[in-house]
C-alpha cells in the first residue's frame, strides 16, 4: 500500500511539474518568438527601404537600382563568419537535431548552439538571406524545453512530451496557429500522437499563442479576401498542383543536399563560406528583390496578382537556387518559408497553364494549394499543413482544396 501510494505521489508530481513547464515554456518561448520574428522584420525593411540611401542609386536602360542589398548582405555574411569562428562552430543545429534529441533517452539538446543558431537566422533574415525563421525558432522552443527539463529541481519528466511543447509553443507564436503547433509536435517531433503529451503540448501552444494575441507584437501576412469558386472546375488544376509540387519539392530537397555536398568541396575555410551566398542575395535583391528575405510579400503577391509564367518560373527558380545556397554555405535559416513560397509560386505557375486557370477566382486557389502542398512535402507533415493552412487563411474552403494534393 505504501508503494503504491509512493508510485502515485510521484505520479502525481511528475504530471504536474510536466503541466507548469509546459505553460512556462509556451510563455517564455513566445516572447523570444515574437522578438526575433519583429526584430528580423524590422531589421529587414529599415536596411532595405533604398528610398534613404539615394546616393548609391545607379541606372542601368533607364531602370534606377540601389547598391543597399549588396552591402547590407555582405555585411550579415562577415557577422555569420565572425559567429562561426569566434565560436568555433561546425555547423548550425536546427529541427532535425530537435526530433533526433526527442528519440533519444537523454533527450539532450545542446542548447549554446541552439540558441547562436536562432541568433545567426536572425542575423542573416536581417541581411536579406533567402531563408525562413520558423525553423530555427521551432529549434529554439526544444532546446529551451530540454533546457528547462535539465534543471537540478526539476523532476523527471519525458523528454519528448517537454521538446514538443516547446516545438509546438514556437509554431503557436510565430504562425498564430495553435492547433497546427499542435499537430506539427505530434506528427513531426515525437512522431505519434500521445494521449499523455497530449494535455502538455496542448497547453505550451494555447498559453504561447494567448501571449502572441496579448503582445500583439507580430501582424500575420496571410489574410486576404477570400473569393468564391466553383470546386469542381478546379479540380484539374488541383490534380496538376499535386504532381507539379511534388516534383518541385523533389528538386528543392535535392538542391538543398548538393549545395551542402559542393560546400564541403570546396575547400576554403568555414568562417568565409556564408560570403558566397551572401554576395548572390545581394546581387539578386538588387535586381529582384522578391526573391530574398522571408518571402511574406511574395506569397501574397502570387496569390491575389496575376503574374506572367515566365516571371514566375524565373523567381521560383532563383528562389530555390538561392535558398540552397544560403543553407548549404552557412547564411543559417530555416526552409519552411522558402516552401511556402516556393509552393505559392508553382501553385500560380499552374493558373498560367490554358485551360486550368480560365477564372480568376481560381488564383487564389491555386497559389494556397501549391504553397500547401509544396511545404507538407518539404517537412513531412501533411496534416500539419492542412491545419496551417486554415488558421493562416482563416478559411475552411482554402483548407478542403489543400487536401487533395
Known sequence: MIKKNTQFSSLLVTNFALVIVAIITGLIVSCVAQFFMFSGKKVFELTHNVSDYNFLNFTIFEQQFNFIPMIIAIIASLLIGLLIKIKNIDRWHGPADTIYAAHQISGQLDVQKGFLSTLASLISIGGGASVGIYGPLVHFGGTFAAFMRRLSFMPKIPHDIIIGSGVAAAISAAFGAPLAGILFAHEVIIRHFSKKGVAAIALSSVSANFLAIELDVVTYPLRFNENDFDLLSSLPGLTVIG????????????????????????????????????????????????VIGLGSDGIMSFITIEHTFLFLLIVLIIKVFLTSSCIGFGLFGGIFSPALFIGAATGALVFNIPFLGDNISLLSIFAVTGMAAVSSSVIGAPITAIILVLELTGSYNYAIVSMPP
Open 243 to 290: 504532381i507539379i509540387s511534388s516534383v518541385v519539392a523533389i528538386f528543392f530537397m535535392k538542391s538543398l543536399l548538393f549545395s551542402g555536398k559542393l560546400s564541403s568541396m570546396i575547400n576554403i575555410p568555414l568562417h568565409y563560406k556564408p560570403l558566397i551566398p551572401g554576395i548572390l542575395c545581394g546581387l539578386f535583391g538588387i535586381f529582384l528583390p522578391i
